[in-house]
């Protein structure tokens, strides 16, 4: 669509939806409950999965990681080269889905206030993935496989940079709107009907 060549090859697409989202999704599913899930009223049943702001909340981050990988695979291709470009790309996007995975661990509190421990399955599947991304970039048996080459520092710091963008910007999300106002759902003030 843009007249430039795959930000990512098969194999490289192929491994994000098998470790990448695989790994951490698992470990999500064993986050513990938020203190005040109890005090908070249900959702209504014939609510939509996409409702609360689900529905905006994937499209705008969907957005931000697609352009945040797209813009560094352009500069990293016009600069270097298509392999390059490519594991500029691949270690972008699996970079900002572990920034996503802990900023998403609550719906409504900061990750600093749960504490960066309180699900170690879940930090143990984020430190797996990265290290697992690590190899596949640098060990040369496995970059022919992966259709990977060797970043240097500052673009390996370049990719975690751009991809750092959506962990802040949920925690601004987050802050902007149950800090401030709240959200259906949350708990019914005294005297209410249930």
């Known amino acids: 669509f843009l007249g430039v060549p795959l930000p990512l090859a098969a194999a490289q697409i192929l491994w994000i939806n098998l470790v990448s989202d695989g790994l951490p999704a698992l470990a999500l599913g064993v986050e513990p409950p938020e203190?005040?899930?109890?005090s908070r009223s249900p959702r209504p049943p014939w609510e939509s999965l996409f409702a609360g702001g689900m529905g905006s909340?994937?499209?705008w981050v969907g957005l931000?990681?697609?352009?945040?990988?797209?813009?560094?695979?352009?500069?990293?291709h016009r600069?270097?080269?298509?392999?390059h470009g490519q594991t500029m790309a691949f270690f972008t996007l699996m970079a900002f889905q572990m920034f996503h995975v802990l900023a998403i661990r609550s719906e409504r509190q900061a990750l600093w206030t749960?504490?960066?421990?309180?699900?170690?399955?879940l930090i143990g599947a984020v430190v797996l993935t990265v290290v697992l991304q690590l190899a596949i970039t640098y060990v040369s048996v496995l970059q022919p496989i992966f259709h990977t080459t060797a970043l240097t520092a500052g673009e390996?710091?370049?990719c975690v940079a751009v991809a750092s963008t959506v962990y802040v910007a949920v925690e601004v999300e987050k802050w902007g709107r149950y800090r401030r106002g709240g959200r259906r759902g949350t708990s019914p003030?005294?005297?209410s009907s249930p």
């Open 35 to 38: 203190q005040d899930i109890m």
């Open 114 to 121: 749960i504490g960066l421990l309180s699900n170690p399955q």
């Open 79 to 83: 600069t270097t080269d298509l392999a």
């Open 64 to 76: 931000l990681m697609g352009l945040g990988t797209v813009a560094l695979f352009g500069w990293s």
């Open 156 to 158: 390996l710091a370049a």
């Open 57 to 59: 909340h994937i499209l």
């Open 189 to 191: 003030s005294r005297g």
